[in-house]
């Protein structure tokens, strides 16, 4: 990784080429010119992966097993916006077991992926380390807590995807096999542990020294009738956005920018968005359990809290949700007469939204007559925050140019990953363009 | 020969992505080791994931531990480093990860959380192609017969 933050005139600049503890290639560069940020750039050039390309000709039955290669932190995720798109197009619904066991399968993702950020990438910045190998050798408990936590999570995942990473047991109308309840019982002693674990973990985040910035995000997220959401509901925000995953691409538009090979998101007419677990707190903090509301009060995590650092609360508080709701899917768990529902090929569109660990997943599928998919459009959570993280970048700068280089160089590297961001991830869209010039 | 009671418990774990070409080496020879039945012997797989490695092992466990390599070094070279006592030297390097969790990282966050085991010796076989697709170069499946040889010797004594 090469780091500079240099002054030169009446100009300074901070600049990462190469972001550490993100998942995957990115880098971060802002101009400061007589005093003032005139630009902020959160540079992704991992190269782009075509995801959305060669889906095109593949069975509508392949979508799950090919866009869970697109991460293997969030392979889950990818899954399950990708069937219930799928579902949609097919005019599917699963039944009451297998929806319960999709719940279960997130949250195993969300506790594998959070326990990995909150200990491993994130709280090393609050506390001054360069990781969390060294962050281990001073906090060794806290760390051992977190590695234990996220194994809990991989092995929800493991068991009921038939693997860690990339699992093989997701297929549109559910699963290709479910388990007997006395596969899943082993699990629980392991979850009453995890939900003391992450009531620890989300007061010792909320102790965490917490640098000061606000703004007036809009923030987006699911948000369901009854439940904390995973897998369904409406898009709404805190400035009264409120639409279904069909009218996502009407409300949301996507720009390509030179210093990106991810497209950037905005909402129509607005502007930048936040997603997230801070996103889904604050618009869904009535959905949390008793117990995950309390200890959010408790470490001041209430709607609408806008300071983007207290992110890591938002995840250590998902977690403990995560593993009661586990718990709970668990002690009622009957398995279902058929592992999925029966689905026929049809042409049509469709569309899914879903709540990956970092935010909404949007995927929506055309496909003809025999299931075939003409074409494929994939969102992804970092791909719709990036804006939001210039905007951090560009207001925390200029609250900040009294630190020294160096140590504003770090805050802006912390700034980029309180929203956890997958690059990886974001980079999969077809925009080729071919210019010959003669 | 040491009496087989008073050998150490013994781990033989290998690393690595069979579909990553080469990268798929420490999961074949583990197998390989696996495949004996030996008595007392331990073999697990790790693929991806690195942290897992964490709690694999207990102290008491003498580990052998198989990854591939990519330096400086030809195809199918077998590098053998002691890590017991101090960090995996930079060279040979171990497989990039996009998630920057490996096995030198893991094998130092075990060392921080002081749950090393007694003993942790680390095969790299460098590798030649890690492009997506199942199947090693046939310098580093010509490598692995070598490695399970040299790991069952170092078994034996």
């Not at chain 2, 090393?116 to 580093?140: A, D, H």
């Amino acid at each position: 990784m090469s780091a500079r933050a240099k002054r030169g005139g009446r100009g300074r600049s901070v600049r990462v080429d190469y972001l550490a503890r993100v998942e995957g290639e990115g880098g971060l560069a802002v101009r400061v010119k007589n005093g003032e940020v005139v630009d902020a750039k959160f540079k992704i050039f991992e190269p782009p992966r075509f995801f959305e390309a060669f889906l095109r000709g593949r069975d509508f039955t392949e979508a799950p097993d090919i866009t869970a290669r697109i991460c293997g932190i969030c392979p889950v995720a990818y899954q399950m916006s990708a069937v219930h798109a799928m579902e949609n197009a097919l005019g599917v619904r699963v039944d009451v077991a297998l929806r319960a066991l999709r719940r279960l399968l997130y949250c195993g993702e969300w506790m594998g992926s959070h326990g990995l950020h909150v200990f491993m990438l994130h709280a090393p910045d609050f506390l001054g380390y360069e990781d969390g190998i060294r962050m281990a050798k001073d906090h060794g408990e806290v760390v051992e807590r977190g590695l234990r936590l996220k194994k809990v999570g991989n092995r929800i995942v493991s068991l009921l995807g038939g693997r860690e990473i990339h699992p093989i047991n997701v297929r549109v109308g559910g699963f290709y096999r479910v388990p007997a309840r006395s596969e899943l019982a082993p699990l629980e002693d392991d979850l009453r542990w995890a939900v003391e674990a992450a009531v620890e973990t989300v007061r010792w985040t909320a102790g965490l020294p917490f640098p000061d910035l606000e703004q007036d995000y809009e923030f987006v997220s699911l948000r369901h009738p009854d439940e904390y959401p995973f897998n369904e509901g409406r898009l709404v925000s805190n400035r009264g956005l409120d639409i279904s995953a069909g009218e996502f691409e009407n409300a949301i538009e996507e720009t390509h920018v030179r210093h990106s090979t991810s497209l950037q998101a905005a909402i129509r007419g607005r502007g930048p968005y936040f997603v997230g677990p801070l996103a889904r707190v604050n618009l869904n903090f009535d959905r949390l359990s008793p117990l995950a509301r309390g200890e959010a009060e408790r470490a001041g995590l209430v709607p609408i809290c806008r300071n983007p650092f207290k992110s890591i609360v938002a995840r250590a508080v998902e977690i403990l949700w995560a593993a009661e709701e586990a718990l709970r899917i668990i002690g009622t768990y009957e398995a279902p007469e058929a592992p999925a529902v029966e689905v026929r090929p049809k042409a049509g569109t469709g569309f899914g939204l879903t709540e990956a660990p970092r935010g909404t997943l949007y995927h929506r599928y055309r496909l003809d007559e025999a299931g075939g998919i003409r074409d494929a459009v994939i969102v992804p959570p970092t791909s719709q925050n990036q804006r939001v993280i210039e905007s951090d970048l560009r207001r925390f700068v200029q609250q900040n140019l009294h630190l020294a280089d160096d140590d504003l160089r770090w805050r802006c590297e912390q700034v980029v990953r309180n929203y956890d961001p997958c690059i990886s991830c974001s980079c999969h869209f077809l925009k080729l363009t071919v210019e010959r010039e003669s | 020969m040491k009496d087989r009671a008073a050998r150490p418990p013994t781990l033989v774990i290998g690393v690595g992505n069979d579909y990553g070409g080469d990268d798929g080496v420490g999961l074949r020879v583990a197998r390989e080791i696996g495949a004996l039945g030996l008595d007392g012997l331990r073999v697990v797989t790790v693929a991806g994931d690195c942290t897992r490695l964490v709690g694999t092992w207990t102290r008491e466990d003498r580990v052998f531990l198989v990854d591939a390599a990519f330096s400086s070094s030809v195809p199918g070279a077998i590098h053998r480093m002691e890590a017991t006592d101090g960090p995996l030297p930079e060279e040979p390097l171990w497989r990039a990860s996009t998630h920057s969790f490996g096995v030198a990282e893991a094998i130092e966050l075990a060392r921080a959380l002081r749950q090393m085991p007694r003993r942790l010796v680390v095969y790299g076989v460098e590798g030649k192609t890690f492009t997506p697709g199942f199947g090693l170069s046939r310098e580093v499946d010509r490598s692995v017969d070598r490695v399970v040889r040299r790991i069952l010797e170092e078994l034996r004594s």
